[in-house]
Nanobody
Framework: QVQLVESGGGLVQPGGSLRLSCAASGSIGSINAMNWYRQAPGKQRELVAAITSGGSTNYVDSVKGRFTISRDNAKNTVYLQMNSLKPEDTAVYYC???????????????WGPGTQVTVSS
């Protein structure tokens, strides 16, 4: 089985920073794209940041210049550094990854359970 587990969420004041981590484990052959999504109460889940296996990145406009996605391929881990946080960043943040299991010829997208980020004074 393959599992994704996020960590690093919490309560932070506006203007503060948090660093989220997501580690993939299990029978992993290869990992392609790794992504961070978020879902605020009453809103649809949205793609926040994405990174390819080669390190190319993409961000939703609302976080450009404030969030940075990175990955450590040796550790099968993706990070999201979030700076200058705003109340509107409050959401559950989910890790998502395109993974090929060992001995498999197919890729699937796996999800973590999510971690809560709350930005409030």
């Amino acid at each position: 089985q393959v599992q994704l587990v996020e960590s690093g969420g919490g309560l932070v004041q506006p203007g503060g920073s948090l660093r989220l981590s997501c580690a993939a484990s299990g029978s992993i052959g290869s990992i392609n794209a790794m992504n961070w999504y978020r879902q605020a109460p009453g809103k649809q889940r949205e793609l926040v940041a994405a990174i390819t296996s080669g390190g190319s990145t993409n961000y939703v406009d609302s976080v450009k210049g404030r969030f940075t996605i990175s990955r450590d391929n040796a550790k099968n881990t993706v990070y999201l550094q979030m700076n200058s946080l705003k109340p509107e960043d409050t959401a559950v943040y989910y890790c998502n990854a395109d993974i090929r299991k060992r001995f498999s010829s197919s890729n699937y997208y796996y999800w973590g359970p999510g971690t809560q980020v709350t930005v409030s004074s």
